[in-house]
């Protein structure tokens, strides 16, 4: 089945330390997000990528990092610098970064940072 | 700034309600416009999208949207929901050759049956 994957579904973290949250897709899709979800606030953008090795900075990149050596895999940190880390993580798909394709969720991580 | 607005934060309805989901946004040029359904403990999905042509367009689960250029919106319509249709419903915008998509805040819809 083509999809996307994230893992893990729930990640607990001191706080002080990095974590990386782990995206896959097989949908062979050019493109890739990552979203912050908090209750009330709809999707963020954190950041997103165009094509393998690049990326571009979102809404709200300040805290996070992110990697794009592979298509299938984009990978985000989330690095000490980020003040408010608990959240649900969203990774999304497209075939191209035109804002007119249609993005393909994962099943999100929810981060809890203590 | 680009923005998108969900009036309604939460609606409660009884099966077979009619419901209509409020979205509108902020660019006066052309604009793809989508609704994303999220099911609790499910993937968020696409409900529908409007690119061009017909303003009437039918989604998944019977769904339709209509859009209203002068209105600058978007609005989501079910003549009869099902209990089945709670769900959180975002309403999204990509305006001119943004690469993004602005997100509205969501609205959370339960249905009792």
């Known amino acids: 089945d083509g999809g996307i994957t994230q893992s893990p579904k729930y990640l607990f973290r001191k706080e002080g330390q990095n974590v990386t949250l782990s995206c896959e897709q097989n949908?062979?899709?050019?493109?890739m997000y990552w979203y912050r979800q908090d209750p009330g606030q709809g999707l963020r953008l954190i950041y997103y990528?165009?094509?393998?090795?690049?990326?571009q900075k979102g809404d709200i990149a300040e805290g996070y990092s992110v990697s794009r050596e592979k298509k299938e895999s984009f990978p985000l940190t989330v690095t000490s610098a980020q003040k408010n880390p608990t959240a649900f993580y969203l990774c999304?798909?497209?075939?191209?970064?035109?804002?007119?394709?249609?993005?393909?969720f994962g099943p999100g991580t929810r981060l809890t940072v203590t | 700034a680009q923005s998108v607005s969900q009036h309604n934060h939460h609606v409660i309805l009884s099966e077979a309600a009619s419901l209509e989901l409020g979205c509108n946004y902020s660019?006066?040029?052309?604009?793809?416009l989508f609704w994303y359904v999220q099911y609790p403990g499910q993937h968020l999905q696409l409900l529908l999208k409007?690119?061009?042509?017909d303003p009437l367009v039918k989604g998944i689960k019977g769904f339709e949207a209509e859009f209203i250029k002068s209105k600058f919106s978007f609005n989501l319509r079910k003549p009869s929901v099902q209990w089945s249709d709670t769900a959180e419903y975002f309403c999204?915008?990509?305006?001119?050759?943004?690469?993004?998509?602005?997100w509205g805040l969501g609205t959370s819809l339960a249905v009792n049956p």
């Open positions: 999304a798909s497209s075939i191209s970064a035109g804002g007119y394709h249609e993005q393909y």
């Open positions: 949908l062979n899709h050019d493109a």
């Open positions: 990528s165009q094509i393998v090795n690049d990326f």
């Open positions: 660019y006066g040029g052309t604009v793809n």
């Open positions: 409007y690119f061009s042509g």
């Open positions: 999204a915008v990509n305006a001119g050759n943004n690469r993004k998509l602005i």
